[in-house]
């Protein structure tokens, strides 16, 4: 699919991954709906960039909220090609902690905004994709979803996290499938250590040690990266039902 002229939607667009697909796909000629909840910063992207980006108020937790920021962008943009799905939270926890056990309203929050809100947005997302003319290929449109490589390979302290995102990674597969008679395409990125705002508070000693562990390019990962694999998939048609890892051939250890 060509991104000048489709339109786009993505999650936590306001900062870190969600802003540099949102960057990078208005130089690329898209238009671009922002579901956020950091209204200050979204409304600042939008004074950037012009009339090709809108903000809608989202808590993907929220089916009201998103279905809201789903019409709006409709009505405003006339269609929706494309689903980003870059909206999540990191916090650590044990499961057995120094005051006891994780409660459960800690896991709930982690998989309600990483794995529920990451599907109220495909399932809506897609039923306006139903609607659009197909192109040459026969595509209508493309949803891509940030898991992580926690996933795999989670850490102590990342049930909920790891939990939460291997569930994007399962559900990736059966709605590629449910959705291809739809010509809609669905892609997971499962990304290693980005430089967002989750790591941006960590003293450099903490970053030092991060940077050991990855072997090549021995660095963070910059969201300018992640957001050129995003465009990749939304140009690569063949891309469909996998989840890619953007991680430096980094693989974490149980310890």
Do not use: W
């Not at 960057?23 to 409304?43: C, M, P, Q, T, Y």
């Not at 990855?214 to 963070?220: A, D, K, T, Y």
């Amino acid at each position: 699919m060509e991104i000048e002229s489709c339109v786009a939607v993505v999650t936590g667009g306001a900062s870190g991954l969600g802003e540099a697909c949102v960057h990078n796909l208005v130089k690329g000629g898209a238009k671009v709906s922002i579901f956020d909840f950091a209204e200050e910063r979204g409304r600042k992207i939008c004074s950037e960039l012009g009339d090709a980006v809108l903000f809608c108020n989202t808590d993907v937790t929220d089916e009201k909220t998103v279905k809201a920021a789903v019409e709006k962008t409709s009505d405003t943009f006339g269609k929706i090609h494309i689903a980003i799905n870059c909206a999540g939270v990191g916090i650590a926890a044990k499961v057995i902690g120094k005051e006891g056990p994780m409660p459960m309203d800690q896991f709930n929050r982690i998989v309600q905004i990483n794995l529920v809100g990451t599907l109220h947005v495909i399932r809506l997302a897609a039923e306006k994709m139903l609607r659009n003319t197909p192109n040459g290929d026969g595509e209508r449109g493309v949803v891509i979803n940030t898991a992580s490589i926690a996933a795999f390979e989670g850490q102590i302290g990342q049930a909920a996290y790891s939990a939460s995102k291997a569930g994007v990674v399962g559900m990736t597969l059966p709605i590629a499938r449910e959705f291809a008679e739809h010509g809609i395409r669905v892609v997971t990125i499962a990304p290693g250590i980005f430089e967002t705002p989750m790591l941006a508070g960590l003293p450099e000693k903490a970053r030092e040690a991060l940077y050991k562990m990855i072997p090549f390019p021995s660095r963070l990962g910059k969201p300018s990266e992640f957001a050129l694999l995003v465009e990749h998939i939304i140009e690569n048609p063949m891309l469909n039902g996998c989840t890619i890892r953007l991680d430096a051939a980094l693989r974490m250890a149980g310890k």
